[in-house]
């Protein structure tokens, strides 16, 4: 057991390149590496930040939580879609069962943690947090002026991210990295605590950003490129926060883990789900546009569409049903055969070039244990994230080698990573978990019985020299 | 007034109570005022000068009643955790307050919670959804911010 758990958690951080390219230039991770096990971890279906860092500390997965990314429909209109949040999070999470035991936590930055709510302990919200000006962002509620006072203006997230100006994003990442660590340490150093959790996003920021610039394996990477540095150099950066942050702790009676919520991986391009779904017949807009719109924008024609898609790093398809949908147009029962036949039609997409992709298109039921609130009927995969899912209306092709939304260099990839170092620890690379063993595995590292009903199962049992 | 007092009922107090405590949560993400009242930890102070004869048990039932009724007025959703009472108490209670919805708790709490919450929606006593946690300028925000980093 330890006495205290802490978790750096490294948004989109991946294992391939953390641990098998960038290691040795990592010293404090790697000597966290060689006191425990480390690793792959295998993320959520979709593998996106809202709801992977939940499901994660939950150890429920999407279908549980009702949260299938970070916009759901809120009810069968066409138009009913809101944006997740933090009180859509209805299952105790890591800290509520610590807290029940009477422990203490301390959250800096957590995804999904907007709007603030009463936990044993201190926490700042997330980059969902709409302005750090006008919303509440710290529970309780006077450590909003605590942290002003100590530390400045707390900076959730990058401010402008899309911009082509990369120096300009680079300089944004390295404030907000900064200040979020400041405050992290602020606490551990003036909060009782148990449990302590930040969750940087500038991993994420500076892989969508500058992936190109790295990853030979990107259409556009150039060798020799002046950026070609700058996310290596990021994590070494990060890797000095570590150990500035591990300054603070006992590391003979604490537990610390870095992980992620997912990996990443060079974008190739855009399928555009709706040009597609045009061209299949299965969607009728009433007026094509002169340049790329979101579909929200455009007036759908609803007797004439079957089906409708999302964009985002993976495709949300909704299908138009009799009876439940206000114009629905597949008889009821006629679902369940319509969705399969679709399911195998977008599975055998191909690429330009006539290629086959590697894309599933999942169907809820089948992957979650239950399904709450209303899940897309498919969740489409786009070739193993190597293709993101464009929803605008416009381009008169299926494939688009730019995102609508502006540059984007990089995907998500299915595998995050996780590192847990543990006092008279060994090095052990084990591959076989998934993020849903996290949360178990801080309730058994403090002692606290793990509900039931947490899906995921603890690593600590298993791990050499751990008991 | 569309405030009721929820009357769980059952022999497994754990089981009830883990309900009431579901269903306060979705109301509380309505933005709903709850009060959650357990007969077995109220007994001492609503129960006061009362012993256990059946006409002291129907007084105490009555009391919690009254209780949950006030409540109401006042905008609360009371939730109690039955287990004592006595149908023909009940009823009495049912009868002097109009605002009295009982349910018998025997499955699994989350699922006996949804069941209380989708009759408390069909009868149009809650809205269907969570409260909206942003403004519409917040909800443009997030939308632009999401947009931005490709997420929707």
Known sequence: MAKKVLII?????????????????????????????????????????????????????????????????????????SFSNGSDILEPAVWDVLGNADKKSILVGVPQTYPPRKINGNMLTCFLTPSVKTSQYTYPNELRTEIEENIG??????????????????????????????TLRY???????????????????????????????????????????????????????????????????????????????????????????????????????????????????????????????????FLNVEGREPNGQIPKAEYEKFR????????????????????????????????????????????QLRWRSIGSIGDGSVYSYENDTGPDDANHAQEGMYVLS?????????????????????????????????IGKSMYGGLVGAR | MNMRTIWLTGSDEEKLISTGEFIGEELINRNQNIELIVQSEVREILGRGLKDSPED??????????LGNMLNRNNIFTIIISMESSDTDKNKVKESYGNYLEFKVSKDPKEAAKEVISKLISEKLIPEQC??????????????????LGYV
């Open chain 2, 57 to 66: 048990k129907a007084t105490f039932t009555d009391r919690l009643g009254f």
């Open chain 1, 153 to 182: 203006e707390y900076i959730p997230d990058v401010k402008q991210f899309r911009t082509e100006d990369r120096d300009f994003i680079l300089k944004q990442i390295y404030e907000a990295t900064e200040t979020r660590f400041k």
């Open chain 1, 422 to 454: 543990l006092p008279n620890g060994k090095e052990n690379r084990d591959d076989k978990h998934h993020l849903y063993d996290i949360a178990p595995t801080v309730l058994d590292l403090l002692g606290v019985k793990v509900p039931s009903d947490m």
């Open chain 2, 131 to 148: 409260q909206e946690v942003y403004s519409e300028e917040e909800e443009e925000e997030i939308r632009k911010r999401l947009e931005d």
């Open chain 1, 187 to 317: 606490l551990m150093k003036n909060k009782e605590w148990d449990f302590a959790m930040i969750v940087e996003m500038g991993t994420d920021r500076i892989h969508h950003s500058f992936w190109k610039f790295l990853d030979p394996a990107h259409p556009k990477y150039e060798k020799g490129n002046k950026y070609e540095n700058v996310i290596p150099e990021y994590y070494r950066y990060l890797d000095k926060e570590l150990a500035e942050t591990l300054k603070l702790v006992d590391l003979n009676e604490t537990a610390v883990m870095v992980v992620s919520d997912h990996g990443a991986r060079a974008m190739v391009g855009g399928l555009c789900i709706n040009e597609w779904l045009i061209k299949e017949g299965l969607l009728t807009v009433k007026e094509y546009p002169k340049t790329n719109t979101a579909i929200e924008k455009l007036q759908v024609d609803w007797a004439k569409t079957k089906v409708w898609g999302s964009g985002g790093y993976y495709a949300r398809i």
């Open chain 1, 340 to 383: 399969r036949e679709l399911k195998e039609k977008i599975e055998n997409i191909k690429d330009e070039k006539g290629n086959k992709l590697a894309t599933v298109a999942h169907i809820p039921e089948e992957i979650y244990k239950s399904v709450n609130r209303i899940p897309p009927d498919l969740i489409v995969i786009f070739d």
């Open chain 1, 9 to 81: 958690g490294w948004d989109c951080a991946p294992p391939d390149w953390v641990f098998d390219k960038w290691i040795d230039q990592l010293p404090t991770l790697k000597s966290l590496i060689k006191k425990g096990s480390y690793g792959n971890l295998t993320s959520t279906i979709p593998p996106i930040t809202v709801p992977a860092w939940q499901c994660m500390m939950t150890s429920k997965d999407p279908g549980q939580l009702g949260v299938y990314g970070f916009r759901n429909r809120k009810d069968y209109s066409y138009e009913g879609q």
